[in-house]
Protein backbone atom coordinates (compact mmCIF):
# COMPACT_ATOMS: atom_id res chain seq x y z
CA UNK A 1 0.00 0.00 0.00
CA UNK A 2 1.48 3.41 -0.85
CA UNK A 3 2.06 5.93 1.82
CA UNK A 4 2.78 9.62 0.01
CA UNK A 5 4.42 12.01 2.38
CA UNK A 6 4.64 15.80 1.43
CA UNK A 7 7.44 17.01 2.68
CA UNK A 8 6.92 20.84 1.27
CA UNK A 9 7.53 23.36 3.34
CA UNK A 10 4.24 24.26 5.23
CA UNK A 11 2.81 21.21 4.51
CA UNK A 12 1.40 18.91 7.37
CA UNK A 13 3.58 17.38 9.50
CA UNK A 14 4.71 14.03 8.65
CA UNK A 15 3.63 11.94 11.50
CA UNK A 16 0.68 13.12 10.79
CA UNK A 17 -0.13 12.46 7.54
CA UNK A 18 0.76 8.67 8.02
CA UNK A 19 -1.44 8.52 10.96
CA UNK A 20 -3.90 10.03 8.69
CA UNK A 21 -3.06 7.74 5.99
CA UNK A 22 -3.16 4.22 8.16
CA UNK A 23 -6.97 5.85 9.50
CA UNK A 24 -7.80 5.91 6.21
CA UNK A 25 -7.54 2.74 5.29
CA UNK A 26 -8.38 0.86 8.58
CA UNK A 27 -12.06 3.10 7.83
CA UNK A 28 -12.33 2.18 4.69
CA UNK A 29 -11.62 -1.68 5.46
CA UNK A 30 -8.30 -1.62 3.51
CA UNK A 31 -6.99 -2.73 6.62
CA UNK A 32 -9.66 -4.94 8.09
CA UNK A 33 -9.94 -5.03 12.12
CA UNK A 34 -7.21 -7.96 12.97
CA UNK A 35 -4.82 -7.14 10.51
CA UNK A 36 -1.63 -6.74 11.72
CA UNK A 37 -0.28 -3.24 10.51
CA UNK A 38 3.03 -3.15 8.52
CA UNK A 39 5.89 -2.80 11.20
CA UNK A 40 7.76 0.41 11.90
CA UNK A 41 10.68 -0.17 10.16
CA UNK A 42 9.19 -1.51 7.02
CA UNK A 43 7.00 1.47 7.31
CA UNK A 44 10.48 3.81 7.53
CA UNK A 45 11.83 2.07 4.87
CA UNK A 46 8.82 2.46 2.40
CA UNK A 47 7.80 6.46 3.49
CA UNK A 48 11.60 7.40 4.44
CA UNK A 49 10.56 8.80 8.04
CA UNK A 50 12.30 8.16 10.84
CA UNK A 51 11.11 5.47 13.37
CA UNK A 52 10.32 7.99 15.73
CA UNK A 53 8.02 9.62 13.71
CA UNK A 54 6.86 6.32 12.19
CA UNK A 55 6.22 5.31 16.46
CA UNK A 56 4.51 8.68 17.27
CA UNK A 57 1.83 7.74 14.21
CA UNK A 58 1.36 4.44 15.30
CA UNK A 59 0.81 5.52 18.91
CA UNK A 60 -1.86 8.03 17.96
CA UNK A 61 -3.78 5.22 16.18
CA UNK A 62 -3.61 3.11 19.44
CA UNK A 63 -4.65 6.59 21.39
CA UNK A 64 -7.53 6.72 19.26
CA UNK A 65 -8.74 3.07 19.36
CA UNK A 66 -7.99 2.49 15.83
CA UNK A 67 -5.25 -0.04 16.40
CA UNK A 68 -4.20 -1.80 19.14
CA UNK A 69 -0.32 -2.47 19.79
CA UNK A 70 0.07 -6.28 21.33
CA UNK A 71 3.76 -6.92 23.18
CA UNK A 72 5.66 -8.82 21.15
CA UNK A 73 3.01 -9.23 18.52
CA UNK A 74 2.76 -5.40 16.77
CA UNK A 75 0.00 -3.09 15.94
CA UNK A 76 -3.36 -4.81 15.23
CA UNK A 77 -6.50 -2.99 13.11
CA UNK A 78 -8.60 -2.26 16.06
CA UNK A 79 -11.80 -0.16 13.90
CA UNK A 80 -14.98 -2.25 13.92
CA UNK A 81 -13.50 -5.07 16.00
CA UNK A 82 -15.95 -4.95 18.74
CA UNK A 83 -13.90 -4.08 21.93
CA UNK A 84 -12.06 -0.68 23.06
CA UNK A 85 -8.24 -1.28 23.91
CA UNK A 86 -7.94 -1.15 27.37
CA UNK A 87 -6.44 2.15 27.42
CA UNK A 88 -9.32 3.60 26.42
CA UNK A 89 -11.80 2.04 28.65
CA UNK A 90 -11.89 3.38 31.87
CA UNK A 91 -10.63 6.71 33.63
CA UNK A 92 -9.95 7.28 37.27
CA UNK A 93 -13.28 8.54 38.60
CA UNK A 94 -11.07 11.01 40.61
CA UNK A 95 -9.66 12.55 38.29
CA UNK A 96 -13.26 13.22 35.68
CA UNK A 97 -15.21 15.38 38.80
CA UNK A 98 -14.67 19.74 37.93
CA UNK A 99 -14.51 19.56 42.33
CA UNK A 100 -15.12 22.66 44.77
CA UNK A 101 -11.62 24.36 44.32
CA UNK A 102 -9.57 25.69 41.85
CA UNK A 103 -6.43 23.83 40.46
CA UNK A 104 -3.71 24.91 42.19
CA UNK A 105 -1.48 25.42 39.39
CA UNK A 106 -4.55 28.30 37.77
CA UNK A 107 -2.84 31.10 36.13
CA UNK A 108 -3.75 33.99 38.27
CA UNK A 109 -1.15 36.35 37.52
CA UNK A 110 -1.92 35.67 33.73
CA UNK A 111 -5.82 36.01 34.26
CA UNK A 112 -5.18 39.23 36.49
CA UNK A 113 -3.50 40.95 34.03
CA UNK A 114 -6.07 39.98 31.11
CA UNK A 115 -8.93 41.16 33.37
CA UNK A 116 -6.77 44.81 33.75
CA UNK A 117 -5.94 45.09 29.84
CA UNK A 118 -9.74 44.15 29.25
CA UNK A 119 -11.12 47.23 31.14
CA UNK A 120 -8.51 49.35 29.88
CA UNK A 121 -9.20 48.29 26.03
CA UNK A 122 -13.17 48.34 26.52
CA UNK A 123 -13.79 50.73 28.84
CA UNK A 124 -17.70 51.52 29.24
CA UNK A 125 -18.16 48.61 26.87
CA UNK A 126 -18.06 45.94 29.77
CA UNK A 127 -21.08 47.60 31.19
CA UNK A 128 -23.30 47.25 27.52
CA UNK A 129 -25.79 44.64 27.44
CA UNK A 130 -24.20 41.34 25.72
CA UNK A 131 -25.63 40.58 21.87
CA UNK A 132 -28.08 37.56 22.15
CA UNK A 133 -25.65 34.61 21.18
CA UNK A 134 -22.36 36.30 22.73
CA UNK A 135 -20.01 38.68 22.30
CA UNK A 136 -18.54 38.94 18.83
CA UNK A 137 -14.91 38.18 20.54
CA UNK A 138 -15.53 35.23 22.25
CA UNK A 139 -17.50 33.39 19.53
CA UNK A 140 -14.40 34.04 17.02
CA UNK A 141 -11.97 32.86 19.72
CA UNK A 142 -13.80 29.67 19.99
CA UNK A 143 -14.00 28.95 16.64
CA UNK A 144 -10.14 29.89 16.41
CA UNK A 145 -9.97 27.37 19.06
CA UNK A 146 -11.63 24.55 18.14
CA UNK A 147 -10.18 24.30 14.87
CA UNK A 148 -6.36 24.14 16.64
CA UNK A 149 -7.52 21.61 19.44
CA UNK A 150 -10.15 19.50 17.93
CA UNK A 151 -10.12 19.88 14.24
CA UNK A 152 -13.16 21.27 13.80
CA UNK A 153 -14.06 23.48 11.21
CA UNK A 154 -17.44 26.17 12.15
CA UNK A 155 -17.89 29.34 11.94
CA UNK A 156 -18.37 32.05 14.96
CA UNK A 157 -22.36 32.57 14.05
CA UNK A 158 -22.81 28.78 14.86
CA UNK A 159 -21.51 29.67 19.01
CA UNK A 160 -24.32 30.37 21.51
CA UNK A 161 -22.10 31.39 24.75
CA UNK A 162 -24.51 30.52 27.78
CA UNK A 163 -24.04 30.29 31.39
CA UNK A 164 -22.94 26.48 31.91
CA UNK A 165 -24.00 23.44 30.86
CA UNK A 166 -27.00 23.17 32.56
CA UNK A 167 -28.54 26.41 30.79
CA UNK A 168 -27.09 24.95 27.64
CA UNK A 169 -29.09 21.57 28.01
CA UNK A 170 -32.12 23.46 28.54
CA UNK A 171 -31.67 25.24 25.13
CA UNK A 172 -31.59 22.28 22.96
CA UNK A 173 -34.92 20.49 24.10
CA UNK A 174 -36.15 23.97 23.54
CA UNK A 175 -34.80 23.89 19.93
CA UNK A 176 -35.22 20.26 18.90
CA UNK A 177 -38.39 20.24 20.73
CA UNK A 178 -40.17 18.39 23.10
CA UNK A 179 -41.50 15.46 20.93
CA UNK A 180 -38.72 13.68 20.53
CA UNK A 181 -37.75 11.55 22.58
CA UNK A 182 -33.60 11.91 24.02
CA UNK A 183 -31.91 9.13 24.38
CA UNK A 184 -28.80 8.78 27.93
CA UNK A 185 -26.23 6.99 28.74
CA UNK A 186 -27.40 4.91 31.44
CA UNK A 187 -25.51 5.59 33.81
CA UNK A 188 -24.69 9.26 33.48
CA UNK A 189 -24.34 12.91 34.59
CA UNK A 190 -27.65 13.01 36.83
CA UNK A 191 -28.22 16.76 36.39
CA UNK A 192 -28.56 15.88 32.45
CA UNK A 193 -31.90 13.87 32.63
CA UNK A 194 -33.08 16.03 35.25
CA UNK A 195 -33.04 19.46 32.82
CA UNK A 196 -34.18 17.70 29.76
CA UNK A 197 -37.23 16.22 31.81
CA UNK A 198 -37.45 19.53 33.83
CA UNK A 199 -38.44 21.15 29.88
CA UNK A 200 -40.45 18.70 29.19
CA UNK A 201 -38.79 16.01 27.15
CA UNK A 202 -39.19 12.28 27.70
CA UNK A 203 -35.95 10.50 28.32
CA UNK A 204 -34.68 7.09 27.62
CA UNK A 205 -32.14 5.45 29.58
CA UNK A 206 -29.70 3.18 27.43
CA UNK A 207 -27.12 0.87 28.98
CA UNK A 208 -23.32 1.19 29.00
CA UNK A 209 -20.94 -1.11 28.18
CA UNK A 210 -17.00 -1.41 27.81
CA UNK A 211 -16.59 1.19 25.10
CA UNK A 212 -19.57 3.39 25.21
CA UNK A 213 -23.63 2.52 24.99
CA UNK A 214 -24.50 -0.84 23.78
CA UNK A 215 -24.96 -1.39 20.13
CA UNK A 216 -27.95 -3.70 20.96
CA UNK A 217 -29.79 -0.74 23.14
CA UNK A 218 -28.99 1.74 20.62
CA UNK A 219 -30.44 -0.23 17.63
CA UNK A 220 -33.37 -0.82 19.60
CA UNK A 221 -33.88 2.70 20.86
CA UNK A 222 -36.57 4.69 19.15
CA UNK A 223 -34.98 8.24 19.98
CA UNK A 224 -34.34 11.50 17.90
CA UNK A 225 -32.07 13.18 19.82
CA UNK A 226 -28.72 10.86 22.01
CA UNK A 227 -26.79 12.73 24.27
CA UNK A 228 -23.28 11.01 24.84
CA UNK A 229 -19.82 12.08 26.41
CA UNK A 230 -17.49 10.49 24.36
CA UNK A 231 -14.66 10.97 26.85
CA UNK A 232 -14.19 10.44 30.30
CA UNK A 233 -18.36 9.69 30.49
CA UNK A 234 -19.39 10.30 33.78
CA UNK A 235 -19.73 7.94 36.27
CA UNK A 236 -18.90 5.11 34.10
CA UNK A 237 -15.09 6.83 32.97
CA UNK A 238 -15.71 5.17 29.91
CA UNK A 239 -14.14 6.76 26.72
CA UNK A 240 -15.82 5.46 23.59
CA UNK A 241 -13.32 4.36 20.94
CA UNK A 242 -13.16 5.24 17.13
CA UNK A 243 -15.33 2.17 16.15
CA UNK A 244 -17.71 3.55 18.54
CA UNK A 245 -17.90 7.30 17.39
CA UNK A 246 -18.45 6.38 13.79
CA UNK A 247 -21.10 4.35 15.28
CA UNK A 248 -22.97 6.75 16.57
CA UNK A 249 -22.32 9.21 13.99
CA UNK A 250 -24.07 6.21 11.62
CA UNK A 251 -26.78 5.78 14.08
CA UNK A 252 -28.02 9.60 13.47
CA UNK A 253 -27.66 9.79 9.93
CA UNK A 254 -28.78 6.46 9.32
CA UNK A 255 -32.31 7.89 11.35
CA UNK A 256 -32.03 11.46 10.81
CA UNK A 257 -31.84 11.89 14.49
CA UNK A 258 -29.09 14.57 16.48
CA UNK A 259 -26.66 13.65 18.54
CA UNK A 260 -25.78 16.16 22.05
CA UNK A 261 -21.74 15.74 22.10
CA UNK A 262 -20.68 16.68 25.31
CA UNK A 263 -17.14 17.59 25.50
CA UNK A 264 -16.74 17.99 29.14
CA UNK A 265 -13.54 17.36 29.97
CA UNK A 266 -11.93 16.39 26.65
CA UNK A 267 -9.10 18.41 26.41
CA UNK A 268 -7.62 16.01 28.63
CA UNK A 269 -8.76 11.92 27.59
CA UNK A 270 -5.63 12.06 25.64
CA UNK A 271 -2.33 13.78 26.92
CA UNK A 272 -0.68 13.58 23.42
CA UNK A 273 -3.13 14.55 20.93
CA UNK A 274 -6.58 15.32 21.00
CA UNK A 275 -8.98 12.35 20.00
CA UNK A 276 -11.56 13.15 16.93
CA UNK A 277 -15.23 14.27 18.08
CA UNK A 278 -18.06 12.81 16.98
CA UNK A 279 -18.41 16.82 15.60
CA UNK A 280 -15.66 15.90 12.51
CA UNK A 281 -17.55 12.98 11.54
CA UNK A 282 -21.00 14.29 11.44
CA UNK A 283 -21.60 17.77 11.50
CA UNK A 284 -24.55 18.06 9.79
CA UNK A 285 -26.04 15.93 13.10
CA UNK A 286 -24.31 17.25 15.86
CA UNK A 287 -24.59 19.78 18.32
CA UNK A 288 -21.25 20.50 20.49
CA UNK A 289 -21.13 21.36 23.67
CA UNK A 290 -18.35 22.26 26.13
CA UNK A 291 -17.68 24.30 29.19
CA UNK A 292 -14.89 26.04 31.34
CA UNK A 293 -15.94 24.45 34.68
CA UNK A 294 -13.45 21.69 34.44
CA UNK A 295 -10.80 23.51 31.82
CA UNK A 296 -9.82 26.26 34.07
CA UNK A 297 -12.12 26.53 37.13
CA UNK A 298 -15.86 25.39 38.42
CA UNK A 299 -16.22 28.88 38.98
CA UNK A 300 -15.97 30.06 35.18
CA UNK A 301 -19.94 29.10 34.38
CA UNK A 302 -19.63 30.19 30.40
CA UNK A 303 -20.29 27.58 28.10
CA UNK A 304 -20.53 27.49 24.38
CA UNK A 305 -22.89 24.70 21.52
CA UNK A 306 -21.80 25.12 18.34
CA UNK A 307 -25.31 24.37 16.19
CA UNK A 308 -24.77 22.59 12.89
CA UNK A 309 -25.55 25.37 10.02
CA UNK A 310 -29.30 23.93 8.93
CA UNK A 311 -30.26 24.89 13.00
CA UNK A 312 -29.28 28.28 12.65
CA UNK A 313 -32.12 29.29 11.27
CA UNK A 314 -34.38 27.09 13.27
CA UNK A 315 -32.29 28.63 16.58
CA UNK A 316 -33.06 32.16 15.40
CA UNK A 317 -36.99 31.74 14.88
CA UNK A 318 -37.57 29.65 17.96
CA UNK A 319 -34.52 30.74 20.75
CA UNK A 320 -33.23 33.71 18.96
CA UNK A 321 -34.97 36.65 21.44
CA UNK A 322 -32.89 34.96 24.50
CA UNK A 323 -30.62 37.46 25.95
CA UNK A 324 -27.09 35.42 27.04
CA UNK A 325 -26.74 34.72 30.27
CA UNK A 326 -23.08 35.80 30.57
CA UNK A 327 -21.45 39.20 31.30
CA UNK A 328 -19.99 41.12 28.70
CA UNK A 329 -16.68 41.31 31.43
CA UNK A 330 -16.22 37.66 31.29
CA UNK A 331 -16.96 36.98 28.05
CA UNK A 332 -14.40 39.18 27.01
CA UNK A 333 -11.76 38.48 29.25
CA UNK A 334 -12.10 34.85 28.48
CA UNK A 335 -11.77 35.70 24.76
CA UNK A 336 -8.36 37.59 25.54
CA UNK A 337 -7.60 34.74 27.78
CA UNK A 338 -7.59 32.76 24.64
CA UNK A 339 -6.76 34.84 21.73
CA UNK A 340 -3.59 35.65 23.45
CA UNK A 341 -2.60 32.01 23.10
CA UNK A 342 -2.84 31.63 27.14
CA UNK A 343 -5.71 28.76 27.59
CA UNK A 344 -3.67 26.53 25.50
CA UNK A 345 -0.36 27.06 27.54
CA UNK A 346 -2.06 26.83 30.22
CA UNK A 347 -4.05 23.06 28.84
CA UNK A 348 -0.18 22.19 27.59
CA UNK A 349 1.01 22.50 31.10
CA UNK A 350 -1.27 20.40 32.92
CA UNK A 351 -1.28 17.84 30.46
CA UNK A 352 2.83 17.88 30.56
CA UNK A 353 2.13 17.25 34.52
CA UNK A 354 -0.56 14.53 34.14
CA UNK A 355 1.73 12.80 31.57
CA UNK A 356 4.52 13.12 34.07
CA UNK A 357 2.69 11.87 36.83
CA UNK A 358 1.69 9.18 34.53
CA UNK A 359 5.37 8.48 33.74
CA UNK A 360 6.11 7.95 37.30
Known amino acids: MPWNIDREKGAEHAYLQLYEQLRAAIVSGALPAGRRLPSKRSLAAETGLSLITVEHALALLCEEGYAEAKPRSGVFAAFGGGSAPPSLRRAALEDMSAGDDAPEDFPFSVWSRTMRAVLADYDRRVLSRSPNCGCTELRAALAGYLARSRGLAVKPEQIVVGAGAEYLYGLVVQLLGRGRRYALEDPCYEKIRRVYEANGAVCEALPMGEDGIVSAALAQSGAGVLHVTPFHSYPSGVTAPAAKRHEYARWARERGAFIVEDDYDAEFASLRRQIETICSLAPERVLYLNTFSKILAPSMRTGFLVLPEA????????????????????????????????????????????LKKQNA
Not at 312 to 332: A, K, N, W
Open 311 to 354: LLTRYQERLGFCSCTVPVFDQLVLAEFIAQGHLERYINRRKRAL
